[in-house]
């Protein structure tokens, strides 16, 4: 696998978090009180990516493959749980 191919299938692997993270950051305050968001919308989107990629990799280490859907459902409550904590306990 060449270089192009590598950075290829890590950049498809992250998509779903990156996109999850960034989405979640920024429809929050539309969804719940504007006050109620503590962090930058840049700040709660690293960190919500951030758990998405840790839940899809250990998807990728316990199933041995990517792509399972029990992988993106653990994204999903992993990047809430994080928008979740990021709205409650911030700065």
């Known amino acids: 696998m060449g270089p192009l191919d590598f950075a290829n299938h890590v950049l498809n692997f992250a998509a779903p978090a990156l996109c999850v993270g ?13 006050a109620a968001v503590r962090l930058s919308w840049q700040g709660q989107s690293a960190v919500n990516a951030l758990a998405g990629l840790a839940a899809l ?3 990728l280490w316990f199933f041995g493959n990517d792509g399972k859907m029990a992988s993106y459902g653990a994204m999903l409550c992993a990047c809430s749980l994080a ?6 306990f911030g700065h």
Do not use: S
């Not at 960034?22 to 504007?34: E, G, K, Q, T």
């Open 57 to 59: 990799a250990l998807g």
């Open 22 to 34: 960034l989405f979640l950051a920024l429809l929050a305050p539309w969804a719940l009180r504007p």
């Open 83 to 88: 928008q979740w904590a990021g709205m409650r």
